[in-house]
């Protein structure tokens, strides 16, 4: 399967989780908007700045 050597090749470029409480709230954010980037339903500065902005309350939620 070619995705296998994908897969293989990524693991050379490992790279540690970020060390924030909301980090896997960000990896589904940010998974959506890109997602929507890829598919050129939205620019990717659009989808950035999207991400952003739906993060904010979540970090302030962690940050009280």
């Known amino acids: 399967l070619p995705v296998v050597a ?5 693991t050379e470029y490992v790279t ?3 060390g ?3 980090s896997s709230e ?3 954010l940010l998974s959506v908007q890109i ?9 990717p ?8 902005e739906e993060l904010k309350p979540i970090v302030e939620k962690y940050m009280k």
């Open 16 to 18: 540690k989780r970020y």
């Open 26 to 28: 960000l990896d589904q």
């Open 6 to 10: 994908t897969y293989k090749q990524s």
């Open 45 to 52: 500065k659009a989808a950035l700045d999207a991400a952003q």
């Open 20 to 22: 924030t409480p909301w």
């Open 35 to 43: 997602s929507k980037a890829m598919n050129q339903e939205i620019e």
